[in-house]
Nanobody, 125 residues
């Protein structure tokens, strides 16, 4: 099992950038595939980006149009989400999640079993 804690959210103006971090506890972080999700009020949770346990495979949702980049540092037990050119519609609670599925399936939202508590991102116009 792995415990996840997100940080780095906050208020930013449209066009700005934020980097979210997700720190994991436990010595097995490097064996988990990781994903970043978000949920806006009244909307379903959506998978934005994912990265395999080794960092060798990544996935980004079409909806982010290349504005978000996922990365990980297994030595620091941390996964990151760099967000650029933020828009008001990016306002949401952002979650990181971990899953132990085969790396081929990192793009499948239902495969993530462990979740952080989320961090709020608010983009003002």
């Amino acid at each position: 099992q792995v415990q996840l804690v997100e940080s780095g959210g906050g208020l930013v103006q449209a066009g700005g950038s934020l980097r979210l971090s997700c720190a994991a506890s436990g010595r097995t972080f490097s064996t988990y595939n990781m994903g970043w999700f978000r949920q806006a009020p009244g909307k379903e949770r959506e998978l934005l980006a994912a990265i395999s346990w080794s960092g060798g495979s990544t996935y980004s949702a079409d909806s982010v149009n290349g504005r978000l980049t996922i990365s990980r540092d297994n030595a620091k037990n941390t996964v990151y989400l760099q967000m650029n050119s933020l828009k008001p519609e990016d306002t949401a609670v952002y979650f990181c999640a971990a899953g132990s599925m085969a790396s081929y399936y990192i793009h499948v939202p239902g495969n993530y079993a462990y979740w952080g508590q989320g961090t709020q991102v608010t983009v003002s116009s």
